[in-house]
């Protein structure tokens, strides 16, 4: 039942243990380490001890034990299911399809491994430059520090873990206080892929305790964090030379232009609002319809939202479950009061059962409201009507997120316009914002974040570039 700290590869004790509960029904799951400062300096000092080991490492080898990672976890499938529903309520199929997404990204992680290069570079295009041939190289940074969220506890650590292995890096890991189990098992099946000691370490504990002593340190090179943005822009500002990735959170909002045919667009839509109880950092959030359609959309939104089945996360026809505390859920309750009291209209939801809150749909909401201006991170979306794209696009701007929007639109002027236009890190062209596979280029701009992740691109967040210059 107790769960330790992975540091050196070895599972360590440490001082303190917290009860780790279901948000779903309290029952008790675990005790989990709670790492102190020493802690967290005894897993820096063994990620900096294996650093060489990665760094010398050869790319066939990394690809290997990422491949061998793979293996295991599509063996143990049904386990990181059952861990995922447990420590996050999130409910069994959407679990199932979260570990289909991290095995993947693992794969994608085998393959940039073995892709890892730098170029040439004419330096002869400037005078002085000539005589010589020049390229570069991509070096592993060293140590890693990865924070990480509760909402998607394997593939946000995959998101991290994946592309720092594969560029020949270390890893101190941080996973979210309500979900570590997950991440406790990742470590133990990268033992088992063979991954050297040291290469992975898992300190789990409170947040501001084991993130301070990160930022702090001077050995760690890279900040890779995901969560919320108070505490990563908190990060950034104690980063000093640190390299510092922050994926954030978002308000994401969809256009419905006129003319779309409704109902082929409408479960996506839903799908969109309401996975994982809105949790979900492209989750969505206001949706702009065009006037035209607007009534009907609205009908036929509301009908569907009522079919989506609420109960227990281990329940494989369970739509939504709880959310992660029962404080999120009374913070959701009252923003939806306020937006009622403001005026909003509640068109279906509003309550609680417990601690899942019902999927709520609100109309016509002042953007000044909290669940318009503000990340839900809740089963609430809000259904505006517009009378042009133009005017919905200035909505969706008038945000200080910019992760992802999409657009409806049967017409590509408008759809190349609004692309333009939107002030986001990606524009999904007839698909809801919530849209992600995971080798992509996915990052915000405004206060969602810094860098992109995907792959690749994290990969160039994890590397430094060197140049060689050799002289003829
Ligand atoms: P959070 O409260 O910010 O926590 C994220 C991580 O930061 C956790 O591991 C947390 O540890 C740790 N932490 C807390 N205080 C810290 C501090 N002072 N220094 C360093 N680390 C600290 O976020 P969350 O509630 O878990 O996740 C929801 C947020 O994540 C939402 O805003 C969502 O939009 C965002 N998100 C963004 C993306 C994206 O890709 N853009 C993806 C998913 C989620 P404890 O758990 O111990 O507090």
């Given at each position: 039942m107790k769960k330790h700290l992975l540091i050196d590869g070895q599972w360590k004790e440490t001082k303190e243990y917290r009860p780790l509960y279901?948000?779903?029904?309290?029952?008790?799951l675990a005790e989990i380490a709670y790492a102190d400062a020493q802690d967290v300096d005894d897993a820096i000092a063994a990620a900096e001890k294996a650093r060489p080991v990665m760094a010398k490492m050869p790319a066939h080898q990394r690809a290997s034990i990422?491949?061998?990672?793979?293996?295991?976890?599509?063996?143990?499938?049904?386990?990181?299911?059952?861990?995922?529903?447990?420590?996050?309520?999130?409910?069994w199929t959407t679990a199932k399809a979260e570990v289909a997404r991290t095995i993947m990204t693992y794969k994608f992680a085998a393959e940039e491994a073995r892709r890892i290069h730098g170029e040439t570079i004419p330096l002869d295009a400037a005078p002085g430059g000539e005589g010589r041939i020049t390229f570069t190289l991509r070096e592993p940074v060293g140590?890693?520090?990865?924070?990480?969220?509760?909402?998607?506890?394997?593939?946000?650590?995959?998101?991290?873990?994946g592309p720092a292995i594969a560029a020949g890096n270390t890893v101190v890991l941080k996973p979210a206080s309500q979900t570590p189990l997950t991440s406790i098992f990742l470590a133990e099946l990268l033992q088992e892929a063979?991954?050297?000691?040291?290469?992975?370490?898992?300190?789990?504990?409170?947040?501001?305790?084991?993130?301070?002593?990160?930022?702090?340190?001077?050995?760690?090179?890279?900040?890779?964090?995901?969560?919320s943005p108070a505490v990563g822009i908190g990060l950034r500002n104690k980063a000093g030379l640190k390299k510092v990735t922050l994926e954030l959170g978002s308000n994401s909002a969809l256009i419905v232009d006129k003319g779309v045919d409704i109902d082929s667009i409408i479960p996506r839509t839903v799908t969109g609002a309401f996975s994982f109880a809105g949790q979900v950092c492209i989750s969505l959030q206001r949706v702009y319809v065009h006037e035209d359609l607007y009534e009907a959309f609205v009908e036929k939104f509301v009908a569907q939202t009522k079919t989506l089945k609420l109960g227990s996360p281990l329940d494989p026809e369970t739509d939504v479950s709880a959310?992660?505390?029962?404080?999120?859920?009374?913070?959701?309750?009252?923003?939806?009061?306020?937006?009622?009291?403001?005026?909003?209209?509640?068109?279906?939801?509003?309550?609680?059962?417990?601690?899942?809150?019902?999927?709520?749909?609100?109309?016509?909401?002042?953007?000044?409201?909290?669940?318009?201006?503000?990340?839900?991170?809740?089963?609430?979306?809000?259904?505006?009507?517009?009378?042009?794209?133009?005017e919905a696009i200035a909505y969706v701007n008038d945000s200080r997120y910019g992760l992802q929007a999409g657009i409806y639109t049967n017409d590509i002027f408008k759809a190349?316009?609004?692309?333009?236009?939107?002030?986001?890190?990606?524009?999904?062209?007839?698909?809801?914002?919530?849209?992600?596979?995971?080798?992509?280029?996915?990052?915000?701009?405004?206060?969602?974040?810094?860098?992109?992740?995907?792959?690749?691109?994290?990969?160039?967040?994890?590397?430094?570039?060197?140049?060689?210059?050799?002289?003829?």
């Open positions: 279901s948000p779903y029904n309290n029952e008790l990422l491949e061998k990672l793979v293996e295991l976890l599509t063996k143990n499938e049904e386990e990181c299911t059952r861990l995922l529903a447990l420590e996050a309520a999130k409910p140590v890693v520090a990865a924070i990480t969220p509760f909402n998607f506890p394997m593939n946000l650590v995959a998101h991290k873990v063979g991954l050297p000691d040291g290469a992975i370490n898992v300190v789990t504990g409170s947040g501001s305790v084991v993130g301070d002593r990160l930022i702090q340190d001077d050995r760690v090179k890279v900040i890779t964090f995901t969560g959310v992660i505390s029962p404080k999120d859920a009374e913070r959701a309750l009252s923003w939806i009061e306020e937006a009622r009291q403001s005026g909003a209209v509640v068109a279906a939801g509003g309550g609680r059962e417990g601690n899942i809150v019902e999927p709520t749909v609100l109309l016509n909401v002042d953007p000044k409201q909290k669940v318009s201006c503000q990340e839900v991170f809740a089963p609430i979306v809000l259904i505006n009507k517009v009378a042009s794209v133009e190349l316009h609004a692309a333009e236009e939107l002030e986001v890190g990606g524009v999904m062209i007839n698909d809801i914002p919530t849209f992600r596979v995971d080798h992509m280029p996915y990052g915000g701009v405004k206060e969602s974040g810094i860098g992109r992740e995907g792959l690749k691109y994290a990969i160039e967040e994890m590397t430094e570039m060197k140049l060689i210059s050799i002289k003829k």
